[in-house]
Each structure stands twice: as C-alpha cells, then as structure tokens.
C-alpha cells in the first residue's frame, strides 16, 4: 500500500479495490492500514509521526502537502513550518540526496522551517522529536514574521 501511495495513487482506488476483496485473506490487516492512511500519510514512518503529533495534542498539520512545487511530509502552514520524515530507502542515493537539498533550500527561501527526523528519530528518541516541533511551532509564532513587521514598525 505504501509503495502505491508513494507513486500518488488514489486512496479512493485502494478503497475500492478493498471493499471488492473484502472477506479475502489479509484483508482486516488492509483496512486497519487504510484506515490509517486516511490522514494522508504515506509510509510506516509518517503514520508513525503522525502518531507521536496526536498523542502529544499537537493540531494544525497535514501530510504530503505542496510547498513551493514540493511535496512535503508534514505541513504547518500557520507556523511555516515543514518537517520531513527521512527513510533509507527513499534517500540512500546521491541524486536522492542532492534532490533533498535543492527541495529543503527552496522551502526555506520560501520562509519556513525545516525539519528533519529519521526512523530512529521517531522510534529512540520520540520525546525529543516532539520537543522539537513544539519549539519549533512556539518559535515561529513568538518571532513576527517578515510579511508583519512592516505593521509593528508602523505601530
């Protein structure tokens, strides 16, 4: 299923294909997995993240949003803020990894801010992972933004 999101295919069409299968083995494991893509997450990982934001009662975000002509994992668009979750599997190569560059430099030009969490990340250390974006979110509604301080100069 993840590899088909992955490749931006409908969920509605996994649905479908699912209700058309139902009763066939594996398919109670198929809906709990498309029940929790409903949220528009697209791997293991992502569900996962998007776990540690709702037990931790962090709101205001969305997955595999655009941005700038790129898709981001997670959106925060009051907070201007992107977090991007990184498996192996999607960034072991150089072009990968050079392509994630480009993406990351063009959203912060853009004015918001990345972050990056890895498998590990989400699994060792989640504590510290929502931490993070919490400081992250608090931050940016703490700093004006470039677009609201011509208003609080002018007073």
């Not at 590899?3 to 809906?31: C, D, F, Y």
């Amino acid at each position: 299923m993840d590899s088909a999101l992955q490749r931006h295919t409908e969920l509605r069409s996994l649905w479908e294909a699912h209700v058309r299968n139902k009763g066939r083995w594996g398919s109670p494991a198929a809906r709990l997995l498309l029940q929790a893509a409903d949220e528009g997450t697209r791997s293991a990982a992502e569900r996962l993240f998007a776990r540690l934001l709702r037990k931790a009662g962090i709101t205001g975000w969305k997955a595999n949003q655009e941005v700038v002509g790129y898709e981001v994992d997670f959106l925060f668009r009051d907070a201007k803020l992107v977090v991007e979750v990184d498996g192996f599997a999607f960034h072991s190569d150089p072009e990968a990894f050079s392509r994630d560059r480009r993406k990351q430099n063009a959203i912060a030009l853009a004015g918001y801010q990345v972050l990056r969490f890895t498998w590990l990340d989400l699994t060792e250390y989640p504590d510290r992972v929502i931490a993070e974006v919490k400081a992250a979110i608090s931050a940016r509604f703490s700093v004006p933004r470039p677009e609201n301080r011509a208003e609080i100069a002018r007073g």
